[in-house]
């Protein structure tokens, strides 16, 4: 079957930096994304990795590991407007559905 | 560029009633996505049109739902009929073909079964 896990729930406080982990097991892989979706809102593009290393956008940065079948979202200068739920998402062929994790809700204190 | 369009935002149906819900994907993109997303989960996929084609509709549950694209542009999702358990958010996402083919999606449809 598919799995992608991550974390559930995270805090951190205005200011700060926090990475939010994805380990995925798909048959096949084509790309991993991230959204950031805020409560009763759409999910929104954040960023798209389909090769290994760091994708860089601001205060948001993702990284990819396709040997280890590891991401992770860099979010620096934390705000709190990025109090949202963190949906990691794989697509496994070009042209396919993504199939998403649960999603990591992160509060954001000040 | 305007971006996916969804109506109803919010419907409110009794169980055994039908529903439908409508999406207007970005101009341009020929892929179409209506996704399922429960209460604290990610969405899931219910079909896919590649323009007026459903190329992959192997998770509706086809004894209650039904879609079209007709056209190749906008769809309909109608769920005939509705139990408890169909009570969710239904989005319609859209992305055009090429290198990433990111997914865009709308604000979606709050459903409410009583």
């Known amino acids: 079957g598919q799995n992608i896990d991550q974390p559930t729930e995270m805090t951190a406080t205005e200011g700060a930096i926090v990475q939010i982990n994805c380990t995925y097991q798909?048959?096949?892989?084509?790309?991993l994304f991230w959204y950031q979706q805020h409560a009763g809102e759409a999910p929104t593009f954040l960023s798209y990795?389909?090769?290994?290393g760091l994708e860089e956008k601001g205060r948001f940065s993702s990284f990819l590991s396709r040997s280890k079948g590891y991401s992770y979202l860099l979010l620096k200068e934390l705000q709190m407007k990025d109090s949202a739920s963190y949906l990691c998402?794989?697509?496994?062929?070009?042209?396919?559905?993504?199939?998403f994790g649960k999603g990591t809700t992160l509060s954001v204190s000040s | 560029e305007a971006g996916v369009v969804q109506s109803p935002r919010y419907k409110i149906i009794e169980k055994k009633q039908p529903v439908a819900f409508w999406c207007n994907p970005i101009?341009?993109?020929?892929?179409l996505y209506w996704y399922l997303q429960n209460l604290g989960q990610g969405p899931e996929l219910l079909i896919r049109?590649?323009?007026?084609?459903?190329?992959?509709d192997s998770q509706l549950p086809k004894d209650r739902f039904s879609a079209e694209r007709l056209k190749g542009v906008d769809s309909t999702l109608k769920i005939q009929p509705a139990e408890l358990g169909d009570s969710a958010v239904y989005l319609c996402?859209?992305?055009?073909?090429?290198?990433?083919?990111?997914?865009?999606f709308g604000p979606g449809t709050r459903l409410l079964v009583l």
């Open positions: 798909t048959s096949g892989f084509n790309g």
């Open positions: 990795n389909v090769l290994d």
């Open positions: 101009s341009g993109h020929n892929t």
């Open positions: 998402a794989v697509r496994r062929q070009a042209g396919t559905a993504l199939i």
């Open positions: 049109y590649e323009n007026e084609e459903a190329v992959d």
């Open positions: 996402a859209s992305s055009r073909q090429g290198q990433s083919e990111t997914q865009y």
